[in-house]
């Protein structure tokens, strides 16, 4: 990653940092707990699997949950970045969900571990590969695209 931006001296957010504080996403629609980790062009973020909320119903996740909690870990990187670089967050949107496998499933309450990989960008479209574990037991894997808007959000 690159820190040009900021003096030689200037010390970076620490992580962990809460996803509240690198989102827009609010309850029910925040889905990741925090990020744990930032570097080049990969990340790690931590999530509970609900209990009850949206994404649950009559003892089942939703499959959505999970590629939601990707996306979202995404977009806590792209948020740390934005601390970095001492600029305003971006939106940004799910695109599309180019393979997702379902491999493993994880009782409510269950903590995960979140990983996401950068494998392309193209403009404002990025396309990582995410993948889930419980443990060292990998529930799902995907890879999505998302899209970041360019400009600043602050458009008042």
Request: some cysteine; proline content about 7%.
């Amino acid at each position: 990653m690159n820190h040009h931006n900021r003096s030689p001296e200037a010390t970076f957010p620490t992580l962990p940092m809460a996803a509240i504080k690198l989102l827009p996403h609010r309850p029910p629609m925040l889905f990741v707990d925090s990020l744990t980790e930032r570097f080049d062009d990969e990340a790690r973020g931590l999530a509970i699997i609900p209990k009850n909320g949206i994404c649950f119903d009559n003892g089942k996740i939703f499959p959505e949950f999970f590629i939601e909690v990707i996306a979202q870990t995404m977009a806590m990187a792209n948020g740390y970045d934005s601390l970095i670089e001492e600029r305003p967050m971006r939106d940004g949107l799910l695109v599309a969900i180019d393979r997702f496998s379902f491999l493993q499933t994880a009782s409510p309450g269950t903590h995960v571990q979140v990983y996401i990989k950068k494998t392309m960008e193209f403009g404002a479209v990025k396309i990582l590969h995410g993948e889930i574990f419980a443990g060292d037991t990998l529930l799902v894997e995907g890879d999505l695209k998302v899209w970041e808007n360019p400009g600043d959000t602050n458009n008042d």
